[in-house]
């Protein structure tokens, strides 16, 4: 089932995802019409809380890249903790489906140490790096309540207030299903 992506403003947003329990209500079903909602979206990442779930579970697939350098990683993260970011920052241009035709540069560093449990609650601790990182550092933000507008400099940001208000609002084009804060 396709769910509706929650846009800029929802307070959901902006909460700190919970620890997921294996009991979770509906956990595979859930994970599923993720799965489902970011095919249908050409995303690459979708983050619980962008469908209206505030707990600590996202889903990534680096396959869409088109970057020999990035293995294709298909997965799913649940209850992750960064452990340890370092490398080189690098600036690449973020978008989102909670910020439909928005892209702006941002700095990260390029290398992540993440402890995440798999579908199964298995535990895992692995590095990853280039793209695969990227995506995992953008949809980890989501479920500490952060996007990637946060990591533009005021000036930039004072620049997209408009644009970001008229998201919330639903004043924008986009085709794939969306619940918008502002009615
Ligand atoms: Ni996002």
Request: glycine letters at 6%.
């Amino acid at each position: 089932m396709i769910l509706p992506i929650v846009a800029y403003g929802d307070p959901v947003l902006r909460k700190k995802g919970s620890k997921v329990d294996a009991d979770y209500p509906g956990l595979e079903a859930l994970i599923f019409n993720m799965w489902e909602t970011m095919y249908e979206a050409h995303g690459v990442g979708l983050a619980a809380p962008q469908v209206g779930r505030s707990i600590n579970l996202f889903i990534i697939d680096t396959g869409a890249f088109d970057d020999e350098k990035t293995s294709a990683r298909k997965q799913v993260f649940i209850n992750s903790e960064i452990l340890e970011e370092s490398g080189e920052e690098w600036e690449y241009e973020e978008g989102c489906l909670s910020i439909p035709h928005i892209r702006e540069n941002v700095k990260r560093l390029s290398k992540l140490k993440i402890r995440y449990q798999n579908e199964k609650f298995e535990t895992f601790e692995e590095e990853f790096d280039g793209l695969a990182a990227r995506v995992i550092q953008h949809e980890f933000d989501h479920c500490q309540g952060l996007m990637f507008v946060d990591h533009v400099s005021q000036l930039k940001k004072r620049l997209l207030k408009n644009k970001l208000l008229n998201i919330s609002k639903g004043a924008v084009r986009v085709d794939y299903k969306m619940r918008f804060p502002i009615r």
